[in-house]
């Protein structure tokens, strides 16, 4: 048994409640006191229908690990380096995180990456505003020779742990690790291509 709470509709809007000792709460709807809404022992609900919420709820009420918002940068120029002194790529995004205790997972896909016709490999790293937080294929494209060699998409993925409320600037940077041939990326032989890092927060 459950405590019943019904809503008539014979002379407009009727509450009717009915009493028993197990704790459970039902709201009922209708002549027919159809069950709309059952709250347990455990303060779980659960609706028969649709839910529709006019308002919104806020961050700081959702639980740990929801998913708070989302935020993506793109860039498809080709450019390539000679230096083996890390430089900006062109691939940026900015996010303000809600609370400090919150995180930041960073995807990043870089497009047409290519180590050109000498002994060189592609370094690549993520930067937070400008800290080095995550190095990825720091021997990208090894030959061990001077063929050229064709990587394709350099992804990599990051739990960052900003511990900030001001707006955080992600971005990546790489070079060219033997100082003189090229590294290249967003290839644009076949055509334009897109490099992608998108930003998401995470409930802390």
Do not use: W
């Not at 459950?2 to 209708?30: C, E, H, P, R, V």
């Not at 900006?88 to 900015?94: C, I, K, M, P, V």
């Not at 070079?175 to 967003?186: E, H, I, M």
Request: aromatic share 4%; net charge neutral.
């Amino acid at each position: 048994m459950a405590s019943i709470i019904s809503a008539g509709t014979s002379s407009g809007t009727a509450l009717n409640m009915t009493a028993d000792t197990s704790g459970q709460l039902q709201f009922a709807t209708g002549a027919s006191a159809t069950t709309a809404l059952t709250i347990d022992t455990s303060q779980n609900a659960t609706f028969a229908g649709t839910l529709t919420a006019t308002g919104k709820l806020s961050s700081s009420s959702m639980p740990t690990g929801s998913l708070l918002q989302v935020v993506q940068g793109t860039y498809n120029t080709q450019t390539s380096t000679t230096s083996s002194t890390f430089s900006d790529t062109g691939l940026t995004a900015s996010i303000t995180p809600s609370s400090s205790s919150n995180k930041i997972l960073i995807l990043v896909s870089h497009a047409g990456c290519l180590k050109y016709n000498t002994n060189t490999t592609i370094g690549m790293k993520i930067v937070r505003n400008s800290t080095d937080i995550h190095i990825f294929g720091g021997r990208a494209g090894l030959t061990d020779g001077t063929i050229a060699n064709e990587v394709g998409t350099m992804a990599t993925m990051y739990l960052d742990s900003p511990a900030t409320t001001s707006s955080i600037t992600y971005k990546t940077q790489y070079n060219s690790n033997n100082n003189t041939g090229y590294a290249l990326l967003q290839d644009s032989t076949a055509g334009t291509v897109v490099s992608t890092i998108t930003l998401m927060e995470i409930k802390g």
